[in-house]
């Protein structure tokens, strides 16, 4: 059986999605059966970084009775397969959160890996998909309003029992302004899954409508997504000469 995530923020804006499309890449990279599901139903985005803005069949429909979930996923190239929700805002109707837990019972049996993408902020959208969770991963940026909310999304998490695998930082560029590293560890008290640079490859990769780990693999953000996906399967990345280079001279 699987393992359900889901990636949670406690604002808009983090990399909660960008996140999670490149953590199921990477996770691909070690051979292993990945299905990331956009479960942040009013407005949701994992279709449109990935090119395909409108299915015939998506999770929406599933939670309203009107189709089977083996029917609402979608092979991508990158060998992940993609359960996406829809941007119609009448198929937001009569949808039921409480199907949604029957619903990753049968991706558990189809995927190593199942990544929620839940809707920001603390509302009941977010937290339904938290609530079916095996283990939480939230998404925050290195500043104090970011750090505050993702504390809220941690404690919230907390009282309904779930795991806490870690946080991604994202967005860092090391400025002075920053929070550093450390002083986020100390004021979430979860274990630092990975730290994401803000780099233009991400962007470029957005525009391309294909992950990170695809577009530019040998770019900061796809080795520290990499990383990341090394930590959840309990192996180590392969690092290529150039970079064990440079961090021989302390320059990575």
Known sequence: MGKVYVIVSGKGGTGKTTSTINLGAALVKF????TIVDANLTTPNLSLYLGAPIV????????????NIEDAIYEHHSGMKVVPSSLSLKDLKKINYGLLADTLKSLRKLSNHVILDSAAGLGDEAIAPMSVADEVIVVVNPNILSVTDALKTIKIAEELN?????????RVTYDKSEMSIQSIQEMLEVPIL???????AVHQSLSKRCPVIHSHPRSQASRAYMDV????VGKKRKKGFFEKFLRSLGLR
């Open 31 to 34: 051979k292993d059966d990945v």
């Open 56 to 67: 015939p069949v998506s999770l929406a429909h599933v939670l309203q009775k009107k189709a």
């Open 162 to 170: 779930k795991k806490i695998r870690g946080v991604i930082i994202t």
């Open 194 to 200: 990975g730290v994401i640079p803000e780099d233009k």
């Open 229 to 232: 996906a090394a930590k959840i």
